[in-house]
């Protein structure tokens, strides 16, 4: 089993919709990362977060340090969040979960 | 400050020859990572470093690869003897020590023919 799972894998929207992208980790972390990529494209770090919650925009970043599950929002999809969402947790490095990879279709 | 840059973006290479990656962290950034990416997986954890001192490796780093990092400033990362199974997106990322965020260049796609 994994250390860090995510779902759904792939996901499909039409624009305008709430998505939502979950994670789930077994072992002790400082803090968990939500990363954005994009095709062929480098790594943007979108939320670091170890309690609680965190709102950029339209994304919201929600961590339940007890339940070791995170979840990351996007609210009024756009064609322009089309990406791989990345949930990854900190221990001395980074663990990754293999990824959402979400279409958002116009 | 430009990020984290790497170089080469992209290699093409045949199989037994040896290249070299080279990741240049933000300035005031101590530790420096290296991962490793396959298609449609998430990225690896290969190795990090805090300054010059190399402080964790991962079994995935056979002795084919070798990374320094000798003034705690740019890193390089080494294959030997590249075989097909090296063909990935090789990621380089920096942070503060003692801050977690960390952020990444680029990568360097290397495909071993």
């Known amino acids: 089993k994994n250390e860090v799972e995510q779902s759904p894998q792939n996901l499909t929207a039409q624009e305008g919709e709430f998505i939502t992208i979950n994670c789930s980790y077994s072992?002790?972390?400082?803090?968990l990362h939500w990363l954005q990529q994009h095709p062929g494209g480098g790594i943007v770090s979108l939320f670091m977060l170890s309690s609680g919650k965190k709102k950029h925009g339209r994304l919201i970043a929600t961590i339940n340090i007890q339940e070791k599950h995170s979840s990351l929002h996007i609210t009024a999809s756009h064609p322009r969040d089309s990406a791989v969402y990345i949930c990854?947790?900190?221990?001395?490095?980074?663990?990754f979960g293999t990824g959402t990879l979400l279409a958002v279709q116009p | 400050d430009t990020g984290v840059s790497q170089d080469p973006r992209h290699k093409i290479t045949k199989r037994g020859q040896n290249v070299t990656f080279r990741c240049d962290p933000i300035s005031e950034h101590n530790r420096l990572y290296w991962y490793r990416q396959t298609l449609g997986q998430g990225p690896e954890f290969l190795t990090y470093f805090q300054n010059e001192a190399q402080l964790e490796k991962s079994r995935l780093l056979s002795d084919r690869f070798s990374a320094e990092r000798p003034k705690g400033s740019f890193s390089t990362l080494e294959i030997q003897r590249t075989e097909q199974g090296d063909s990935a997106m090789y990621l380089c990322a920096s942070s503060l020590q003692g801050f977690y965020e960390q952020y990444f260049g680029p990568g360097t796609r290397l495909t071993v023919t």
């Open positions: 990854a947790v900190a221990t001395n490095k980074l663990i």
């Open positions: 072992v002790g972390i400082s803090a």
